[in-house]
């Protein structure tokens, strides 16, 4: 007969998946937005609340102020209303979200995540629902339900990494966005998206630097691209009639490891002699407002064109960021478009006509810079990172939100020379998101982060175990972020870079003096690293 | 099957009720180690564990193999005795397959669930203080709002 002391019950299943009871826990939630910030943005509802406290304090109306959102944007939007409609539920995208595979809770499931608002989609706006109710698949909307959004939609990073696998392409992403817009219509947002959406608002970055602590940022890091060459290099600042206007996520400017890729963009640019400016009012590609709702992202991403506008160049090119790009592929376009002030983009160097930007009028720099590769116009020497063993993540807007996959491994390639790939299932399109994108990758959420990231983190450990890679590289600012965290708990001794980082290191400029560190001070490596056994190896 | 495959399946399968029963048949079922990261960290933890208690006991491989399968459970929903009761799973599964448990691996069984408590307490403390490094870094970035440089 076995004692027991404690009494352990497994886990129960967790019932009814229609029980909308959620409990919050310090350590896998966010916190809610503070009221200020709300205030700013002009959106309703501010107040001193966390979603740990029983009563939300939700305006007394607040039901049907979720009702006729809903309305309107079923009306709205038709991919919402085909959404909530097409659903066979196959099961097919079921185990592809990084978040059920992490945490194990069904809930997380993407067919599950849009069944939290499709059952109340059923009860309201269904015939059947509105008769049968829950015979037919319809849940009441309740407090309960309200909570239950907000703990699933924010722990959803929008990565569509489901999308792929759904054979209505059905976007979980998209319901994830509208299901947070509704939350934001009766004051139920996390600070973490908030905060740098007002501060993006007021000062046109996330932090909320202001014009002179853009400008400090962007003189001391040329300053230091200068040291490192022992050549005179400078970053244009609101130039008027520059031929280029450059955009990246501002943590390029303020956080490290971003910090080594914005030195490759300013030596790679001093290189080729690009005639172009950064923007102090358009210094943020990264668009929370993405995380939040459709309005807020517009808002956002309208600066961006009517900087390019003000300075008057010629068309617009953008850093390595994520969500900039989900939003610029997806609805720059038509949001805030067309940009017929700009012209279409030919590369000043090799008269490559990017086809491909020709209604937006913007190219990514792994774009750029492949093509300058392509026609031979820089000298690379890949010895440089020869203390790098390289692998590539797709972080998962340019990947699965614009299509690019070749080029940065195309750079890679060229300026490293050990580059090994994760294995098939967890790449290209069906890379494995960080598990903090869309807003989530706040510290007090780590631990959800941590579950989420696991996947991510599997394929990673792997690459070092098999080929001893130790360095990381992607072409997103909310990577760079809260990778090394992630990667620092489950592969440790492997880092987080970006592509124009290795970049930068393997340039070889005209009248440069002799390198002996990398961008990162850290000393090149000696013959002898690459001799010890390793050959080069190349993974296309 | 031979007896110590039978006993690490049993062993598995304990371990796994520990996961909300809708999530058990992929689990259980998927075996690709990238698509099924915690499934496949379960299993191959476990069987190593298993391989090593009946057998030799190379430390090395002990400690790794109970990082791997702690280090996940200390992230997931579970308190720290649910996370790490697996250990003392081993002890039932070996009685559900018939056999009796020997006062050897008794007491190496008990100085595994020694050793995952330390696993389990080192990783928790891991994460405050990446926790706490996150936060530093925040407000090192938000002083950069003051103009001073990165
Ligand atoms: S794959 Fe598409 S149709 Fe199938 S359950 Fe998922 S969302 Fe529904
Ligand atoms: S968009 Fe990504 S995070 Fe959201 S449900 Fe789909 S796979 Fe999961």
Redesign the pocket.
Known sequence: MQETLIQIEPKPPRGDWRDPHVEFRKGSMCYSAAPKNLTYLGLPNPRVWQPTDSDWKLPPDWKKTILAGMKERLDKFRSFRLFMDVCVRCGA?AD?????LGTADPK???VA??ELIRSVYRRYFTLSGRIFGSLAGGRELTEDVIKEWYYYFY?????????VFCPYGI???E??LLGRELLTLIGCNINWVMEPVANCYRTGNHLGIQPHGFKDSIDFAADEASEITGLKIEMPINRKGAEILFVMPSADYFATPHYYTLLGYMMLFHEIGLDYTVSAYASEGGNFGSFASHELMKRLNAKIYDEAKRLGVKWILGGECGHMWRVLHQYMDTMNGPADFLEVPVSPVTGTVFENARSTRMVHICEFTADLIHHGKLRLDRGRNDHWNVTYHDS?NPARGMGLLEEPRYILNHVARRFHEMPENTIREQTF?C?S??GLGTDENLEIRLR?GFPRANAVKYVKEKYGVNLLTCICAIDKATLPTLLEYWVPGVEVGGVHELVGNALVMTGEKERTTDLRGEALATESVLASGESEARHA | MSADRAIVERWVERVLQSYPAQTLPFLRGEQDPFRNPVGHTLRESLTILAGELMGKMDRQRIAQALDAIIRMRAVQDFGPSDAVRFVFDLRTAIREWGGAVPDSLESRIDELALLAFDHYMGCREQIFALRINELRLKARYAASEEGETP
């Open positions: 995208c592809k979200c990084h978040f059920y997380n499931m993407p995540r849009a722990q959803c990073t929008q990565c569509r990494r489901c999308s976007d979980t992403a319901i994830t998962c998101c598990g994108g869309a989420g």
